[in-house]
């Protein structure tokens, strides 16, 4: 079992840039696959970005060029470099662990 707890969240312009981060209770070197995903009123959830123990990232095609995950295995978090935010990007982001193991989730809302 791990815990996470995602932080970074908040109101931000379009054009803008937001970090997101993600604290898990555990080491998550052995975890082989974490990611963030997000949910919009309305919508399903949906993946954002995923990255490999190995350090290998996946990107939505929406987001791809904008956004950049990366994961710091001695520090137990995995962070969201969002840049170039547009309305679209609206949501609440969430992370998880194994495709298993869920995070609370943080709001992030873009809007002039």
């Known amino acids: 079992q791990v815990q996470l707890v995602e932080s970074g969240g908040g109101l931000v312009q379009p054009g803008g840039s937001l970090r997101l981060s993600c604290a898990a209770s555990r080491s998550i070197f052995s975890i082989y696959h974490m990611a963030w995903y997000r949910q919009a009123p309305g919508k399903q959830r949906e993946l954002v970005a995923g990255i490999t123990s190995g350090g290998n990232p996946n990107y939505a095609d929406s987001v791809k060029g904008r956004f950049t995950i990366s994961r710091d295995n001695a520090k137990n978090s995995v962070y969201l470099q969002m840049n170039s935010l547009k309305p679209e990007d609206t949501a609440v982001y969430y992370c998880?662990?194994?495709?298993?193991?869920w995070g609370q989730g943080t709001q992030v809302t873009v809007s002039s």
């Open positions: 998880n662990a194994n495709h298993l193991h």
